[in-house]
């Protein structure tokens, strides 16, 4: 049985997420696991008091972890779920998780008033652009609803796109949504043969889900994808994230703060070796 990891921390943006998740993929006979890391410096292993008020915030945790598990199965009877807390460090302890199970999609919320995307700390970040499962960000402000409208955007001319197109089938396939592609390139991309051999093969591949194809023009490629969003109002965002490419840029604080309408749709991360349910 396939799992779904939703990340809580307790707040409200969590809990969101949560719900989220279950009302999205609750009914598809999945196993969510609710999981809260619990990650504290290890410089404070050593101090005795320290770790002893630590202790005292684990177990207050654990009671809300029970709280929030509690909530789930009163809300939502037939979703299959679990919770389990962990403490270390939270990029390795979703890595093991990862490593262990089934784990076909991991679900964050994004806590503050979501006004910027700076308001993804760190963590969302780290595991958004490095962790190789599938990781979907829920804005704070965003319920669910159904999944009408997918952008796909992506660099078409590249040539590793096989695994996530047959990803992005099974997502279409799955929501029953309109599929757009928009286009991600910077203007220093060389454009020769190959790459448009690597375009014409992914519109073949793509062609049965007759999708939208958008090309916003450089320089402003961020803000065309970030208007875009907006105006064919897109329910869910796909990219696959990398630490060198556009999307690590759009984390910095002089592209985040230039944005306003993708801080309202929730995005998701697919890699080449990842695998959606």
Not at 97 to 121: C, R, T
Request: net charge negative.
């Amino acid at each position: 049985m396939r799992t779904i990891i939703v990340v809580t921390n307790f707040s409200d943006s969590s809990r969101n997420a949560l719900e989220y998740a279950c009302e999205f993929l609750g009914g598809t006979g999945v196993r969510i696991l609710l999981l809260n890391i619990f990650s504290f410096p290890a410089a404070l292993t050593s101090d005795a008091m320290c770790m002893a008020a630590m202790s005292e915030t684990i177990a207050d945790d654990e009671r809300l972890l029970e709280d929030e598990y509690d909530w789930v199965k009163t809300k939502y009877p037939g979703v299959n779920i679990e919770s389990e807390m962990v403490t270390g460090d939270f990029l390795e302890e979703l890595e093991e998780k990862v490593g262990n199970e089934d784990v076909a999609l991991i679900v964050m919320g994004a806590g503050g008033h979501y006004d910027d995307l700076l308001s993804w700390d760190a963590n969302i970040i780290d595991t958004f652009v490095d962790l190789r499962t599938p990781v979907l960000v829920i804005p704070s402000n965003v319920k669910y609803h159904p999944v009408k409208k997918v952008a796909f955007a992506c660099n078409y001319y590249r040539k590793d796109l096989e695994t996530p197109v047959s990803l992005i089938r099974r997502l279409i396939q799955f929501t029953k949504a309109d599929l757009y592609v928009v286009h991600v390139v910077g203007s220093s991309a060389v454009v020769d043969e190959e790459a448009l051999k690597s375009k014409e093969l992914l519109q073949q591949n793509l062609a049965d889900l007759a999708p939208v194809y958008y090309e916003p023009a450089f320089p402003n490629v961020i803000t065309a994808i970030d208007d875009f969003t907006a105006e064919q109002k897109i329910d869910l965002l796909v990219v696959i994230p990398g630490r060198h490419g556009i999307w690590d840029k759009i984390f910095q604080q002089q592209h985040a703060k230039g944005l306003v309408h993708l801080n309202h749709v929730p995005v998701m991360s697919l890699y080449t070796d990842a695998a959606f349910i």
